[in-house]
């Protein structure tokens, strides 16, 4: 089963960008799905956006749509989350999340594994 690690998160300026990386280890990446979720404090864990295996579909939240921006590198077991025109809105824990499918799901009961969060916060 492939395990996941993000890196990337960090304090930035509304209006600012950051980069996420998710890299995979221990598994076939090409074989899954991946998707990024996000958790504010207090509220529940949401859909930020998904891309499937070989990378020709994405999928975004309406929140996000416009401003950010899933990517992967096969060759280099990573998925890439681009984030821009960030708000305070956009503060929160972001996870990254697989799934061994050629489904991409875009709720989080349809990944299986989970990587461990990285902290993003916007300041006003």
């Known amino acids: 089963q492939v395990q996941l690690v993000e890196s990337g998160g960090g304090l930035v300026q509304a209006g600012g960008s950051l980069r996420l990386s998710c890299a995979a280890s221990?598994?076939?990446?090409?074989?899954?799905?991946m998707g990024w979720f996000r958790q504010a404090p207090g509220k529940e864990r949401v859909f930020v956006g998904a891309?499937?295996?070989?990378?020709?579909?994405?999928y975004y939240a309406d929140s996000v749509k416009g401003r950010f921006t899933i990517s992967r590198d096969n060759a280099k077991n990573t998925v890439y989350l681009q984030m821009s025109s960030l708000k305070p809105d956009d503060t929160a824990v972001y996870y990254c999340?697989?799934?061994?499918?050629?489904?991409?799901?875009?709720?989080?009961?349809?990944?299986?594994?989970w990587g461990q969060g990285t902290q993003v916060t916007v300041s006003s």
């Open positions: 999340a697989a799934r061994s499918s050629s489904v991409v799901p875009t709720t989080s009961s349809g990944y299986d594994v």
């Open positions: 221990g598994g076939t990446f090409n074989s899954y799905s």
């Open positions: 891309i499937s295996r070989w990378g020709l579909s994405t």
